[in-house]
């Protein structure tokens, strides 16, 4: 498998590190003042459209959102090389677009994790599939996003408006990046 970009490397260090934060008994603080929720949006605490990316509920959380992010990043991160901006970029606006979404469809609900990024990540996966590898699931991540949605929809206590938020952005993100220039279809 071809080695992830540095910053999603960067990404899921950070991640592990809030975590052991969290384990090391600031769980409530780190919950209460870094989720995504709206009502404290309201009150100017926008940095939460980011800092939520980063806080996460549980080991299997975590480890199955960084796992995800290993993937897809190493899947992606060859194609978005020609510029060291382009993956951050798209990882920055795949959790800005989760956050979004959640606020917009949960408002009154807060919600953690990378799992808006990892989805994101999964939009531009396609992306590149259909504009650049020949097929719509070309690398499987159809069929992964499809899986995904079902389990977003169907499990209780998962953020629907992160995962399709996250999947929106990344998605028009990676759309931006891949599709061909007019004239070379």
Same mark, same amino acid.
């Given at each position: 498998?071809? =080695?992830?970009?540095?910053?999603? =490397?960067?990404?899921?260090?950070?991640?592990?590190?809030?975590?052991?934060?969290? $384990?090391?008994?600031?769980?409530?603080?780190?919950?209460?003042?870094?989720?995504?929720?709206?009502?404290?949006? =309201?009150?100017?605490?926008?940095?939460?459209?980011?800092?939520?990316?980063?806080?996460?509920?549980?080991?299997?959380?975590?480890?199955?959102?960084?796992?995800?992010?290993?993937?897809?990043?190493?899947?992606?991160?060859?194609?978005?090389?020609?510029?060291?901006?382009? !993956?951050? !970029?798209?990882?920055?606006?795949?959790?800005?677009?989760?956050?979004?979404?959640?606020? !917009?469809?949960?408002?009154?609900?807060?919600?953690?994790?990378?799992?808006?990024?990892?989805?994101?990540?999964?939009?531009?996966? $396609?992306?590149?599939? =259909?504009?650049?590898?020949?097929?719509?699931?070309?690398?499987?991540?159809?069929?992964?996003?499809?899986?995904?949605?079902?389990?977003? !929809?169907?499990?209780?206590?998962?953020?629907?408006?992160?995962?399709?938020?996250?999947? $929106?952005?990344?998605?028009?993100?990676?759309?931006?990046?891949?599709?061909?220039?007019?004239?070379?279809?």
């Amino acid at each position: 498998m071809i =080695r992830p970009p540095f910053f999603s =490397r960067l990404m899921i260090g950070s991640c592990f590190l809030v975590f052991v934060l969290q $384990l090391a008994g600031f769980n409530d603080v780190i919950v209460s003042r870094f989720s995504i929720y709206a009502p404290a949006l =309201r009150a100017g605490e926008w940095w939460r459209l980011f800092s939520s990316g980063f806080v996460h509920g549980s080991l299997m959380h975590l480890g199955f959102n960084m796992l995800m992010l290993y993937i897809l990043s190493s899947r992606i991160g060859p194609a978005l090389s020609t510029s060291p901006w382009r !993956f951050p !970029f798209l990882y920055g606006a795949s959790l800005f677009g989760g956050s979004l979404g959640a606020v !917009f469809l949960e408002p009154n609900l807060p919600a953690i994790g990378a799992s808006g990024a990892v989805f994101g990540l999964g939009g531009a996966v $396609l992306m590149y599939d =259909r504009f650049q590898a020949g097929g719509w699931n070309s690398s499987g991540a159809l069929t992964w996003l499809g899986l995904n949605l079902v389990l977003t !929809f169907a499990v209780p206590g998962i953020s629907v408006g992160g995962h399709l938020g996250g999947l $929106l952005a990344g998605g028009l993100v990676g759309w931006w990046f891949f599709k061909p220039a007019p004239g070379l279809r």
